[in-house]
């Protein structure tokens, strides 16, 4: 079991167009904060990033920001959430969030998103974490991905324990329950340190 007292989640800075995708953010935020689970993300004020730490505050939880000073031209830091940290750079950004999280959540996203989703994957695999992390499938988001790494696996390019590391949920209560009974049983890689990356 897994003590969820952070989640990291990971999510876009647009809003887009899909109001599945908006209730499913609310819907998460509105149980981090019934669970008194702390809400870690990329600080920013806009989009579903702003709706999701919007919603937590609103419900009385926990918000904790990281976002590089860089980053505050096109993407608006949020003033108005619990603790905001400022770091000096995207690689900074992201060491700190998974530093904080005890789990990890993609909403659906872009780049950036897909970005920080395949990071936290990778660093299991290779031991530099031993975290749960899923993706709230929204309407079958997230299915191209998961079927190319299911792909990835039977082409013997990904070993299926590697695979497995990855939990999908469309339900926001039901994956934070799943996260929250994940039991990491692979075996660190990594014979340097976080720092050495």
């Known amino acids: 079991m ?68 860089g980053l505050f031209s096109t993407e608006v830091g949020h003033g108005d959430i619990t603790t905001l940290e400022e770091v000096g750079s995207m690689h900074e950004r ?38 749960p992390v899923g993706v709230l499938d929204v309407g079958g988001f997230w299915q191209p991905l998961l079927t190319m790494f299911d792909r990835m696996v039977s082409a013997t390019i990904l070993k299926p324990k590697n695979r497995e590391i990855l939990l999908d949920d469309p339900d926001p209560a039901s994956l934070l329950d799943r996260l929250a009974a994940t039991e990491l049983t692979y075996e660190p890689k990594w014979i340097g340190t976080p720092e050495q990356i």
Do not use: H
Not at 15 to 26: C, F, H, K, L, N
Not at 29 to 45: K, P
Not at 112 to 127: K, M, P, S, V, Y
């Open 94 to 131: 992201k060491a700190r969030m998974y530093e904080l999280s005890d789990a990890f959540i993609a909403l659906p996203g872009g780049f950036g998103t897909l970005e920080e989703l395949a990071e936290t994957l990778t660093w299991n695999q290779i031991g530099l974490l031993a975290k």
């Open 2 to 69: 897994t003590s969820l007292q952070r989640v990291c989640v990971f999510c876009a800075s647009s809003p887009g167009s899909d109001p599945a995708i908006t209730d499913a953010t609310v819907a998460l935020g509105t149980l981090l904060a019934e669970r008194d689970i702390e809400l870690v993300y990329g600080g920013g004020a806009v989009g579903l990033m702003g709706l999701l730490a919007d919603t937590v505050m609103s419900q009385g939880g926990r918000v904790t920001g990281v976002i590089p000073a």
